[in-house]
């Protein structure tokens, strides 16, 4: 017969290895943040667990949606495929009967891989509010408390930022098939089959995506102490000429009307978060103390305290007074006592409190 427990405490072996075991998988945390090397890989691969199931999720989503309505929100196939249509039969070849839209597919598994990529990138785009946050999750425990303030907020405006480009890119791919599929159509016809077209625009919606957390990025840096206003306001022609050779090199279609766009409004956002850091670093100027700014090897001014001049005095302060005498008691032989100052030196061979007891 085995114990399973102990009159004393009521408590069952089995239960107190339950509540170690629950201990061990909370992994308490330090304070400010530290955590030895093993505590980051079980945190990354939390962090990665939550971003891939989110995506995961969105990518079955846009899967359905891919070929299905959702009421009035048509199909994810149609509103991807909207730009292509809206360019003029003259400059596409038109397959389909009648007013049909359709791109040419050249292979048996082309249209499902074609499904399963529009799908995966719908997953990136619609949980990136998750991913990001689990990206800042993973950051902030090595921030600090101030710091990890704005981790919602910049979060949110990572997601935001995200979307927006998404979106700026949908709408500028329609200008820039027109522009390429236009300027030698009196010789030929342009005939996109699904994969040119899809791969096309993914990759404008996700360096349009990437491309808009730029500034974001420059303004954590800065709520960090890494870069400051000054520095920024100094490379400020640099970066703009650094983001126009970003955008001429990483644009998919090497077209004007896609480069211009996203140059412009990356700049745009970079000089928001220039702005951005002026005002943040003033704010905490204002709110630092003034022997913070001095140099390690310079000497900080002291304000005078109350009852101390400028000159340094002590206040106003007369000549001291002569202390009391201090009178002692007669002894026993019957002599006259004797007074004695507190300053006067002692006798040979003894001490003041000698010469008083």
Known sequence: MTDTGSPAT??????????????RRRRPRNPDGT???????YELRKRLLIAVAAIVVGLGFGFFWYGS?????PSLGEILTGPYCDIPPGARLQLGDGDECRLLATGPFEQFMLRLKVAATAGIVMSSPVWLYQLWAFITPGLHKNEKRYGVAFTILAAVLFIGGAILAYVVIVYALEFLLSIGDNVQTTA?????????????????????????????????????YEALAKSRRGIIMG????????????????????????TLLVEGAIQFARIHD????????????VDDESASTIEAASGIGASGDLGSSGPLERPAPVRTSAPAGGSPATTASPLQAPAAG????????
């Open 192 to 228: 996109l089959s699904g994969s040119q077209y899809f791969t096309f625009l993914i990759q404008l919606i996700l360096i349009f995506g990437v491309s808009f957390e730029i500034p974001l990025l420059l303004a954590m840096l800065n709520v960090a102490g890494v870069v400051s």
């Open 243 to 266: 983001i126009f050779v970003f955008a001429a090199v990483a644009s998919p279609g090497q077209d004007p009307f896609s480069m211009l766009a996203l140059a412009l409004a990356v």
């Open 350 to 357: 003894g001490s003041l409190y000698d010469d008083i007891i």
């Open 10 to 23: 009521g408590v069952s072996q089995k239960g107190g290895a339950g509540r170690l075991r629950s201990k």
């Open 69 to 73: 309505s959702l009421g009035p929100i």
């Open 35 to 41: 955590m030895p090397l093993i505590e980051h890989i």
């Open 282 to 293: 003033k704010r905490k100027k204002k709110s630092k103390a003034e022997w913070l700014d």
